[in-house]
């Protein structure tokens, strides 16, 4: 009677381990799979302090899920993207024109819709130590840029668009396209910190974020828009979807405020968003 009694218990141990080996295996298709790996946002390089700071190592912290930003002019990444140049899931620009460059079969359909979010006023940033900063306080700004030896930087107008920006408000006044000189988007912080520069167009937010004191560029409003998209030949949607409902959810949004930019009601342009986003795409 023993020897019968512990064959059994084993076998209803076995019956019990087949059982929960079945619940087991047949759980993870419950749901969507959680991401994993590495997102690889290629942005605007006027958020890369929000980004390389705050935004990127959160979202890593409560996803499990590798940030991974690549910061340069928005146009530039549209022609990155669209060369291959480097695998991108998630693409933020400062411009709803470098959008459409990504859009349609004559674009490579590398977008079917954005999101805008955000913007920031084109400012003009000067460096407090330069010997024309109570000008720029107290005189007209187009007047002080066209004084002897001021020196103004600004980015491409072909790879970015402060850039362009930064160039209609010279043309705007008047003033000819050369009376700034060019540099990459993300030099232009440090050439203005390091004495390089009296003074260069910037976005207020980014501005806010470097310490660099401002002027308004008085009857010229111009500014970013800021768009989010998940690309649609991302190598990792699902951690590229997880991204942007972090970006968009309230989390994201506390930090770009944080850092200056001007939330905005969200709005979708284009169609294909995944459902999984309309919870923040709705939003606000």
């Avoid at 043309?171 to 050439?191: D, H, S, Y």
């Avoid at 937010?205 to 660099?212: F, G, L, N, Q």
Wanted: a neutral charge; aromatic letters at 6%; glycine letters at 10%.
């Amino acid at each position: 009677m023993k020897k019968l009694a512990v064959v059994l218990v084993a076998g209803a141990a076995l019956l019990a381990g087949c059982g929960g080996s079945g619940t087991s295996a047949s759980s993870p298709t419950s749901g969507p799979a959680k991401p994993s790996g590495k997102v690889q946002v290629l942005y605007a390089a006027s958020l890369e302090n929000v980004m390389e700071k705050d935004l990127g190592p959160d979202y890593t912290q409560s996803s499990g899920v590798q940030f991974e930003g690549t910061p340069a002019g928005s146009s530039e990444l549209v022609s990155d993207i669209k060369g291959k140049i480097k695998p991108a899931d998630v693409f933020i620009s400062a411009s709803t024109d470098d959008n459409a460059g990504l859009m349609g079969s004559a674009n490579g359909d590398w977008e079917s819709w954005y999101a805008t979010f955000a913007t920031a006023p084109l400012v003009l940033g000067y460096n407090p130590n330069s010997k024309f900063a109570n000008d720029i306080r107290t005189k007209p700004w187009q007047q002080v840029v066209t004084e002897p030896g001021f020196l103004l930087g600004s980015t491409d107008p072909k790879l970015d668009p402060k850039g362009k920006l930064g160039a209609k408000a010279l043309a705007m006044e008047n003033l000819p396209v050369t009376t700034a000189q060019v540099f990459p988007e993300e030099q232009l912080v440090g050439r203005l910190s390091a004495g390089q520069l009296d003074a260069g167009f910037f976005y207020s937010s980014e501005a806010t974020d470097a310490k660099i004191p401002t002027v308004t560029l008085g009857s010229v409003k111009l500014e970013a828009t800021y768009t989010v998209s998940v690309l649609n030949k991302a190598p990792n949607s699902p951690a590229a979807i997880s991204f942007v409902n972090y970006l968009l959810g309230s989390d994201g949004l506390a930090l770009l405020r944080k850092h200056g930019l001007r939330l905005q009601t969200i709005k979708v342009t284009g169609s294909g968003a995944p459902s999984t986003l309309q919870g923040v795409l709705g939003a606000k």
